[in-house]
């Protein structure tokens, strides 16, 4: 992995509003986690996220765990990005990465792009090894096709 971003897009046959609209609904994140590990937005999730709003939820790889994410950058219906940590105390001390998703109006429909940042987070170097980065990046490119499955109208 070159830098601290991951970034892959793809072309989505919907209205930015339509695509925003899941994205701003965490309990929608299982829905197009293409990762398979995004399990349930906590209760108390925000019905729409805004700057600012932080929301739970419950993931799996191997073992259960919780993530606590806090958006920090929000332009309705182009720009959304939410940064994780693990709840309490650890939540100060590790993770950070960013999930960015940026959404340009395009002829035809929607260019959209998923970034996964980790200049913010505390296991950058870890994170950067092995073969966690083309998993990330294949895992992306699930996303935005689960995305496109949801938001897609027939021709």
């Known amino acids: 992995m070159d830098g601290d971003v991951i970034t892959v897009q793809k072309l989505i046959h919907a209205t930015p509003e339509a695509i925003f609209a899941l994205l701003a609904d965490a309990s929608r994140h299982p829905d197009i986690d293409g990762s398979g590990t ?27 765990y919780s993530m606590v994410n806090t958006v920090i950058e929000f332009e309705d219906n ?10 309490g105390f650890l939540g100060r001390i590790a993770a950070g990465r960013v999930w960015r998703y ?25 994170l950067k090894m092995g073969g966690l980065p083309q998993k990330t990046e294949s895992n992306m490119a699930k996303t935005l096709d689960r995305i496109a499955e949801l938001t897609e109208t027939p021709a």
């Open 102 to 126: 940026e959404l340009e109006p395009v002829d035809g429909g929607t260019k959209v792009r998923e970034s996964w940042d980790v200049s913010r987070d505390h296991q950058r170097a870890l």
């Open 78 to 87: 182009r720009r959304i990005a939410w940064q994780a940590r693990p709840p």
């Open 38 to 64: 995004v399990k349930k937005a906590k209760a108390d999730a925000p019905t729409r996220l805004s700057l600012g709003s932080t929301f739970g939820m419950s993931m799996k790889v191997g073992i259960g």
